[in-house]
């Protein structure tokens, strides 16, 4: 099972059947589950695929966010999705469900060919499209197509060649559409015509769950030792180790590249967290800023402050 693959779930199919185990607070009968998510009257029984109900089983179990029990028949939640408390904290679920997509040991031998098992597709596409700038036009498929296959692109040169294809056929950046935004680690139109269309390379939401969730209100950090911390929890960022896998080139150690930079700059203007600069700090971090895109920004700290948005 891979991810992106017509037979995979899409996140919201696989967020129906977490929210009914984390509302139940328990297992349940595989068939019941079925029965509650997936009633008859929203059943297509002339697909040719599986039904939504097995692909969410399916992806979950390669995630290993469900358990089913073959023997009893039961289906449980497993892993880190046992943590979830409450049925309608899907920000929650989102982190948990990134977590999971890009744990590393799903993720074993990413660059040494383009086996997609598991998530490795889609980790793949990830760490591609992060390399871009969210200051640049949108890409959709047609970009994508063009960036990925044309031989002469910058983006064919820098990957190595045993991941290609990314996107073997239009199917994989259709779901590709709805598994980026999900994770944070994209920006899309609310309505998107069943997951079509432009994608834009912001990883805003993901660095800021990410950072709240690491850091206190009130701490203060050091930007470059920020930054290594995010690319460990955020491998798929330029310098992160699945995007080093596939062969993108790591901005520096001391580079944050376009799009987190994009992610902290918008986090300074949304105030969840506060750049500084210190002419004496002995680790100074360089933003890409476009409003001056000649001369990187320096950051020397970054302070995290209380969210105001909730």
């Known amino acids: ?178 598994w980026a935004p999900t994770l944070g680690l994209a920006a899309a139109p609310l309505f998107r015509g069943e997951g079509r269309g432009p994608l834009v390379p912001d990883c805003t939401l993901a660095v800021k769950q990410t950072v709240l969730q690491l850091w206190q209100p009130a701490q203060r950090i050091n930007a470059v030792e920020a930054l290594q911390v995010l690319r460990e929890h955020l491998p798929v960022l330029p310098g992160g180790a699945h995007s080093l896998a596939v062969g993108i080139p790591s901005p520096g150690e001391s580079v944050a590249g376009a799009a987190l930079s994009f992610a902290l700059l918008r986090g300074h203007d949304e105030k969840w967290l506060h750049l500084e600069h210190d002419d004496d700090a002995r680790k100074i971090l360089l933003l890409h800023d476009p409003e001056r895109p000649a001369s990187p920004r320096p950051v020397s700290d970054i302070t995290i402050l209380e969210p105001t948005d909730g």
């Open 1 to 178: 099972m891979t991810l992106l693959n017509v037979d995979a779930a899409i996140p919201s199919q696989t967020w129906a059947v977490v929210r009914l185990l984390a509302y139940l607070g328990k297992s349940i009968a595989l068939d019941e589950a079925r029965a509650l998510v997936s009633p008859p009257s929203l059943r297509s029984e002339d697909t040719s695929t599986k039904p939504p109900f097995d692909c969410a089983i399916s992806s979950l179990q390669v995630l290993g966010l469900v358990h089913v029990d073959d023997d009893r028949q039961e289906l449980s939640l497993a892993g880190p999705a046992k943590a979830l408390a409450r049925s309608d904290d899907l920000d929650t679920y989102s982190r948990i469900l990134r977590h999971a997509v890009l744990e590393a040991d799903y993720n074993k031998e990413l660059g040494a060919n383009n086996d997609a098992a598991g998530p490795r597709d889609l980790t793949r596409a990830l760490a591609w499209f992060l390399m871009h700038d969210p200051m640049e036009q949108p890409i959709d498929s047609v970009a994508a197509e063009k960036l990925l296959d044309y031989k002469d692109s910058k983006d064919r040169k820098v990957l190595r060649l045993e991941v290609l294809p990314i996107f073997a056929n239009p199917t994989r950046w259709l779901r590709f559409g709805y």
